[in-house]
């Protein structure tokens, strides 16, 4: 699965506008909530001047940054929601440009709202599994019971983060989920002035803001939140960048780029990405053993160039 954030915020706290200040995408922005609208799904591509570098000593004819997917639904209610139980992390946005602003109050109704949806869909869940359960099967006998106590615990207004047990696989929690918060308005993440510069070249757009991008303040509570950090692969055809977690290994680096090098994963050869570009060639580091030869288990460091050794 390609990580995906998903946007939470009331109405009109400028979700659509993030969306398209992160992805491009272009989706239309209305000054109302209309019942109309629907989700928007888009891509949001990690800039990264590293990438530029190691294409550019390898010769790789195609450069692909690594992208993030990006899901916008409107409104907070439960089945709006529902599409961000597959997100790695959620943006909470709010309104911080209006005459009416308050942002505290807004994150407060946001975290309510999911505090909420998520009791509705154990109750849901509960109900499922109870009918199941007439079968007499002990694993969901054991799921009923869970949940049951899951209830009584969301009902009392602990949110499904303060569960100290186990949950069942199968939830998919909103609450569990890493929340960033964004205030959107002139000082915060000024979603307004990044749809104005969508249009510019990147370093002209830049001369325009007083700081990072929108998307650049993304990635890098991504990086806090999640660990996110990036891995490199580079060919003539080809130089890409791929988003990985902290701690996650060369078999999970494998499966990102395609189920089939994690399955005929053999081993993988790893270079840091500056003694690649220092050396000049894939060649060249190797010839100064800078290029290690690594198994399955090996943790990916953020700026790896991997090679992935398999047989299908
Ligand atoms: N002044 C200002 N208006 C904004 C900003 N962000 C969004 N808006 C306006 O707020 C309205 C709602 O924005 P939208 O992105 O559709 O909000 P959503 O309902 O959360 O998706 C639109 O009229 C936007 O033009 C901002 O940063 N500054
Ligand atoms: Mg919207």
Not at 11 to 14: A, P, Q, R, V
Not at 96 to 102: A, C, H, L
Not at 207 to 212: H, K, T
């Given at each position: 699965m390609p990580l995906q954030v998903g946007l939470v915020g009331l109405?009109?706290?400028?979700k659509t506008v993030l969306f398209n200040a992160l992805t491009h995408a272009g989706a239309e922005v209305t000054a109302y909530a209309s019942v109309s609208e629907k989700a928007n799904l888009g891509v949001a591509t990690i800039p990264d001047g590293r990438l530029d570098e190691v294409a550019r000593v390898v010769g790789s004819r195609k450069v692909t940054p690594a992208a993030i997917r990006v899901m916008d639904v409107p409104g907070t209610g439960g089945s709006l929601v529902a599409?961000?139980?597959?997100?790695?992390a959620l943006l909470a946005v709010a309104d911080?440009?209006?005459?009416?602003?308050?942002p505290a109050r807004d994150l407060e109704a946001i975290r309510l709202e999911l505090l909420v949806a998520d009791r509705d869909h154990v109750e849901r869940r509960l109900e499922r599994v109870r009918k199941e359960a007439k079968s007499g099967d002990p694993a969901t006998r054991q799921e009923v019971d869970l949940l049951e106590a899951l209830l009584v615990h969301v009902e009392a207004?602990?949110?499904?983060?303060?569960?100290t047990g186990e949950l069942p696989s199968e939830l998919e929690p909103l609450t569990t989920k890493p929340l960033i918060a964004l205030v959107n308005g002139p000082g915060g993440i000024d979603g307004k002035l990044e749809v104005e510069l969508a249009e510019l070249p990147p370093e002209e757009a830049a001369?325009?803001?007083?700081?990072?991008s929108v998307l650049d303040q993304v990635v890098a509570h991504l990086k806090d939140a999640l660990g996110l950090i990036v891995f490199f692969t580079a060919g003539d055809t080809e130089a890409r960048s791929w988003p990985l977690r902290q701690g996650q290994t060369a078999l999970e680096a494998a499966e990102t780029i395609h189920t089939d090098l994690a399955r005929g994963f053999i081993r993988c050869e790893v270079i840091r990405w500056h003694d690649l570009v220092a050396c000049g060639s894939h060649a060249e580091a190797a010839r100064r053993g800078l290029q290690r030869l690594e198994g399955k288990n090996y943790v990916v460091e953020d700026g790896d160039v991997l090679n992935v050794r398999f047989n299908v």
């Open positions: 109405s009109n706290s400028g599409g961000l139980r597959e997100s790695d911080g440009f209006s005459p009416e602003s308050d207004g602990k949110t499904l983060a303060d569960w001369e325009f803001r007083d700081g990072p």
